[in-house]
């Protein structure tokens, strides 16, 4: 068995691919991204950019949730030729979570579930998207709300995402505020109150983030490398739960993978994926703050490629998205009532 090396993306082609089995979708870029120049990704400037802070999507004030919409009804103005464009930014998803790209030195894709660069590679994602919203509505200090499902006042879906620009049809309406999600769900109903559910739900988290977390690898997914015998199969545990459950809890009952938010090829057609990823960002930070780093040169030196708020095609490596300050966001703070609710 050969060396084993940090995964890179081949940029060079670009494969249609299935959304589900037996359903082809194509969501390449329009044109091969390699006529683009690539720029390395640099920190923002401390002295010239301000910490932009992620709140409590239910708390938002009326002022940020406008701003907000502006800025996601921009987004989806643009053209499919604009990497900012609304639909790119939901395809860049569809192309590395279905395995358009193949590994460089490998005829394997990229696929960045199941394994350990789920969280920075959804970091990266949230970063960018971010940056380009705040870009188009001239704010420096726009950040992605997060919706915190995990606290018992976050446990329904921020109810302005059924308006304007936020609104996606391919949805469960049964799953509309005031209904609690169950973040354990498995496509039926689990004929609990919402007081049961509640508690049901904390000490899920008590688990996925606590008892059942206690290593990376347990809770971060299994190591994924280049190479033969490099590939890996295994989500952590926030992935399995609530991070997939509340995909399919969200995404419409009259789809076979419960489209738009239930399957990867359409998830981040629906507004309320980076909210939802705000979340799991924000946890990410939660459990790194009490657990080791993870120094694994592979893991740290694997890069990826995404358009920022110019436009411009940049390389990051997953080294550069483990300091947070260091990208200028942070979370507002918010009580993790789940860490007292040991069964
Ligand atoms: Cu890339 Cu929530 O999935």
Redesign the pocket.
Known sequence: KGKLLPVQVNLTTCLPTFGRPGKPVYCCPPRNMLDDPIVDFEFPDPTQTPIRVRRFAHRLDEESIAKYEKAVSIMRSLPYSDPRSFTRQANL?CQY?TGSFLQQHSNLPVR??KTWIFFPW?RMYLYFHEKILGNLIGDENFAIPFWPWDLPEGMTLPAFYLNGSFINKQRDPTHFPPAVADLDFQLAAGGSTPEEQTDLNLALMYNQMVSGAKTAELFMGCAYKTGEGGDCFGPGTMERAP?NTI?KWVGSEFHTGREDMGV?YS?ARDPSFYA??SNIDRLWEVWRSTHPEMNDPEFLDSYMYFHDENSRLVRIRFRDVMDIDRLRYRYEDVENTWLAARP
Request: net charge neutral; glycine share 0%.
């Open positions: 998803h979570c960045v579930h959804h991070h995909h990867f998830a939802h990823h």
